[in-house]
């Protein structure tokens, strides 16, 4: 696909910033056809160094809390400021996923690039923890690692050559989530399906020089993609 937004974050000292294949590749299929109207309140979950809340906020006009439980929120306001975005347009937060810090119904849309596996597996997540504060009618967008087929039973060498099998629990197939995701009760599923964008955004991560993208290398380059994909799924709050 065609990276129209994408391109212009094409600089060496951004992609230094990501934490895992390109999270602003991923985030523009994610919301290819997506309607956020300019000036929605929008949660960035799991924002990491902060590279996909200034995508939100610069090709989308969003306003963004950058919510993150690991990244210090002052660092990334130096970045923000960097790129020269108002501080009242990306405002970051520490918080914790199954404890947001917000009110109620405070969000019109929710995104999530690569973190929604860790916390959102348990099938109570969404209901209990996370739709309460979107607003009625309002949009969760997640883009995740997925499997192409779940095989936790018989794990590939190739996949075990840079992970371990706690750290491939982690990553499921359509299926799994599926199954999770139809189990709320508050959420309209609109699609679950493969990303396009697999072998290129972990292409841009393979080429950082950080010690999680060097260990990534080992099971790539033996083929361990093969087993893997991207997953995304956009969920309408009832």
Same mark, same amino acid.
């Given at each position: 696909m /065609?990276? /129209?937004?994408?391109?212009?974050? /094409?600089?060496p000292a951004l992609q230094a910033k990501m934490m895992g294949p390109n999270p602003i590749k991923l985030e523009e299929e994610l919301l290819m056809n997506q309607d956020i109207p300019k000036g929605s309140i929008v949660c960035d979950l799991g924002s990491g160094q902060g590279l996909t809340s200034v995508f939100l906020a610069k090709e989308y006009g969003a306003v963004v809390y950058a919510t993150d439980l690991w990244s210090d929120p002052q660092e990334n306001q130096k970045f923000f400021d960097q790129m020269k975005i108002e501080r009242k !347009?990306?405002?970051?937060? !520490?918080?914790?996923?199954? !404890?947001?810090?917000?009110e109620k119904e405070f969000f019109d849309a929710i995104v999530s690039v690569d973190s929604y596996n860790y916390f959102g597996r348990d099938p109570h997540y969404l209901d209990d923890h996370l739709l309460p504060y979107v607003k009625k009618g309002g949009y969760v967008y997640i883009a995740i690692p997925g499997m192409k087929k779940d095989c936790h039973d018989h794990l590939p060498s190739e996949l075990l050559l840079s992970w371990t099998p706690e750290q491939?629990?982690?990553? +499921?197939?359509i299926a799994y989530w599926s199954k999770i995701i139809k189990q709320s009760q508050d959420a309209e599923v609109i699609?679950?399906?493969?990303?396009?964008? +697999?072998?290129?955004?972990?292409?841009d991560w393979l080429k950082q020089e950080n010690e999680f993208a060097i260990g990534d290398r080992k099971a790539m380059e033996a083929g361990g993609g093969q087993y893997l994909n991207f997953i995304a799924i956009v969920l309408k709050k009832k």
């Open positions: /065609n990276y /129209n937004k994408s391109r212009k974050y /094409n600089d !347009q990306i405002i970051p937060v !520490q918080g914790d996923a199954t !404890q947001l810090p917000y491939l629990d982690y990553m +499921h197939d699609s679950i399906k493969e990303m396009e964008s +697999h072998d290129e955004v972990w292409a």
